[in-house]
């Protein structure tokens, strides 16, 4: 079955960088589009990035462009999304995503706080 395993959330300063890993399984990697969401507390999840299945396309949020970065490791099974010159509004649980046959699917998320 389809696995999304996020990780590498915490608290960081304003200004700051994190970066997160989603780990991936139970089903074909390499041909799949995947997606970052993003929710706040009290407000509903937002796309925050989107990468190809092969890396080559990429699209971000308004709010996030020219600070966070989607990639993939189509070996490793794996997308990260880099975030740099992190805001306080920034905060939120971060969630990786896949669609497959028209089905979306979702990790448990990881929660980034930005706070001094």
């Known amino acids: 079955q389809v696995q999304l395993v996020e990780s590498g959330g915490g608290l960081v300063q304003p200004g700051g960088s994190l970066r997160l890993p989603c780990a991936a399984s139970?089903?074909?990697?390499?041909?799949?589009?995947m997606r970052w969401y993003r929710q706040a507390p009290g407000k509903e999840r937002d796309l925050v990035a989107f990468i190809s299945s092969a890396g080559g396309s990429t699209n971000y949020a308004d709010s996030v462009k020219g600070r966070f970065t989607i990639s993939r490791d189509n070996a490793k099974n794996t997308v990260f999304l880099q975030m740099n010159s992190l805001k306080p509004e920034d905060t939120a649980v971060y969630y990786c995503n896949t669609r497959r046959n028209g089905m979306d699917y979702w990790g448990k998320g990881t929660m980034v706080t930005v706070s001094s």
């Open positions: 139970g089903f074909t990697f390499a041909s799949s589009a």
